[in-house]
Structure formats: C-alpha cells, structure tokens
C-alpha cells in the first residue's frame, strides 16, 4: 500500500486549499478512505471519510461546510477540497486506508 499526499501549503485564514492522495498498492475503488489530520502538539483528529464509491460521506463537525471530500477511482485519487481556511486547521493532513497513512502534506493557515 503506497498513499502519496500532495497539494499543502501556506495560505491565509478565509483562504482554500485541494489536498490530493494517490494511491496505488491496492484496488482503491473497493474501500473507504479518510483524511484524517494531526496539528502541532495534538493527537491525530479524524475529518472525513467516503465510501467506496463516493455516494457516503461523512465530516467532522469542525470541518462540515467547508470542506469536500470525493474520489476519481479512475485515477486511484483521493482529494479534500478546503474552503475558508480557518487557523485551527493548520496541520499535517493524511489520507488513511485502513491503518496505512501516507507522509502527510502540511497545511498552515496564517497572515
């Protein structure tokens, strides 16, 4: 299972972000996914998860109208579409598969 996150960065609060996960190892279209995130000095915070194929979809409550979640299984991807950026979301952002993460891409959101 290889997981490869990709579109972090640093971007001011009200701002947005499209976090991308590749993945390749496994028959992605089969499986559930979730991005899940872990800020500075705290635990690991699980924010969304879609089904196998895309018609279930759950959110944090913190994150809910503002971020999106969806998949192409066609192209083995997992994306998180993040509007209005908030300071509290600045963190390390996985994609998680099971007890597999990827490297995580960061996310900080400041002036």
């Known amino acids: 299972v290889q997981l490869v996150e990709s579109g972090g960065g640093l971007v001011q609060p009200g701002g947005s972000l499209r976090l991308s996960c590749a993945a390749s190892?496994?028959?992605?279209?089969?499986?559930?996914m979730d991005w899940v995130r872990q800020a500075p000095g705290k635990g690991l915070e699980w924010v969304s998860n879609?089904?196998?194929?895309?018609?279930?979809?759950s959110y944090a409550d913190s994150v809910k109208g503002r971020f999106t979640i969806s998949r192409d299984n066609a192209k083995n991807t997992l994306y998180l579409q993040m509007n209005n950026l908030k300071r509290e979301d600045t963190a390390v952002y996985y994609c998680?598969?099971?007890?597999?993460r990827g490297q995580g891409t960061q996310v900080i959101v400041s002036m």
């Open positions: 998680r598969f099971g007890a597999a």
């Open positions: 190892g496994f028959t992605f279209s089969a499986y559930s």
């Open positions: 879609i089904n196998e194929g895309g018609t279930r979809i």
